[in-house]
């Protein structure tokens, strides 16, 4: 069992490029997040997905795009990469349940740099 | 604003003493808190939830206890062991409406052998 898998691990681009994060989750789960984690602040909420066709905007949405067509998968997706945007981005998943009491499952994360 | 606060951004404990962490939160009335481990190129890993009329949680060495008095949780690991060694976080969601986890910055443990 994977349980959520991120592809890719690490990868460099310059600026202005624009690029897709994978996300996929095996273990059936309603919602879906996309974090990013900078040094000294935590993990942020970019956007989450409480069910397949369905998105939202979390706390810091702006110059990304996300996009959930299949319950399995969420994609992140950058349009024009700011070096701004250098971080660790992180992907979870978690069953639905009443008032959020259910764990959310992380993935081991997508290190990406912007030149 | 609302706010999580870790305390401490790294303790380092002794080998088989107990290792206690603290969460601080304000302007959150939170329905749950939750505790994860996360180790250096990983994603965090969940540990424990505590409900907001629940005072204390054990689960093996770790217990976490939550007032909603004092706007605070610990996190207990006792027996510490150098395999403890990694960063822990704090999460919580509001009671009021959203279905969101806001996550505190962590506190970096390290348990000297």
């Known amino acids: 069992n994977a349980g959520v898998t991120q592809t890719p691990k690490f990868r460099v681009l310059k600026t202005g490029q624009s690029m897709t994060l994978l996300c996929a989750q095996d273990m059936n789960h309603e919602y879906m997040y996309w974090y990013r984690q900078d040094p000294g602040m935590g993990l942020r909420l970019i956007h989450y997905?409480?069910?397949?066709?369905?998105?939202a905007k979390g706390e810091v949405p702006d110059g990304y795009n996300v996009s959930r067509l299949k319950k399995q998968n969420f994609l992140l997706g950058l349009e024009s990469a700011a070096p701004s945007q250098t971080s660790v981005y992180f992907c979870a998943s978690r069953r639905q349940g009443k008032r959020s009491n259910q764990p959310q499952h992380f993935g081991d994360g997508t290190r990406l740099s912007i030149l | 604003s609302q706010k999580i606060e870790q305390n401490s951004e790294a303790l380092n404990i002794q080998e088989g003493k107990t290792a206690t962490l603290t969460c601080n939160y304000t302007n959150y009335s939170p329905a749950y808190l939750q505790w994860y481990r996360q180790d250096p190129g990983r994603g965090p890993v969940f540990l424990l939830l505590?409900?907001?009329?629940?005072k204390e949680k054990r689960k093996e060495r770790l217990k976490v206890t939550f007032d909603t008095t004092l706007k605070q949780s610990l996190f207990h690991i006792t027996a510490s062991q150098p395999a403890d060694s990694a960063t822990y976080l704090c999460a919580l969601l509001s009671n009021f409406g959203n279905e969101k986890l806001t996550f505190g910055t962590g506190t970096r443990l390290t348990i000297i052998p």
């Open positions: 997905s409480v069910g397949e066709g369905t998105t």
């Open positions: 505590i409900r907001e009329n629940e």
